[in-house]
């Protein structure tokens, strides 16, 4: 089983910047994958951005050239650098991650979810 923990979210205006952490603990052999989602009220569960392993990255369409995705392979983290938000970025953001067994099984595993809004 792996346990993520996010951290970062909060209020903050319109163009401001905010920075999510997600750590990742317990029986960990390999993670793959490892990236944010958010999920807007009223909306589906979207990819907001994610990073293999071997550090290529993907953002969305409508985050590009605003945030950052990075990861530290060592201590099983992944950050996401959230700059000129918009008050249409609010929503709750999730860390996911695949997991890899080292017995050709992998395994998504989700965080709890943070809030981000921006507002005035």
């Known amino acids: 089983q792996v346990q993520l923990v996010e951290s970062g979210g909060g209020l903050v205006q319109p163009g401001g910047s905010l920075r999510l952490s997600c750590a990742a603990s317990g029986s960990i052999f390999r993670l793959s994958s490892m990236g944010w989602y958010r999920q807007a009220p009223g909306k589906q569960r979207e990819l907001v951005a994610t990073s293999t392993s071997t550090g290529t990255t993907n953002y969305a369409d409508s985050v590009k050239g605003r945030f950052t995705i990075s990861r530290d392979n060592a201590k099983n983290t992944v950050n996401l650098q959230m700059d000129s938000l918009k008050p249409e970025d609010t929503a709750v953001y999730y860390c996911?991650?695949?997991?890899?067994?080292?017995?050709?099984?992998?395994?998504?595993?989700w965080g709890q979810g943070t809030q981000v809004t921006v507002s005035s």
């Open positions: 996911k991650v695949v997991h890899y067994n080292g017995m050709l099984r992998f395994n998504d595993y």
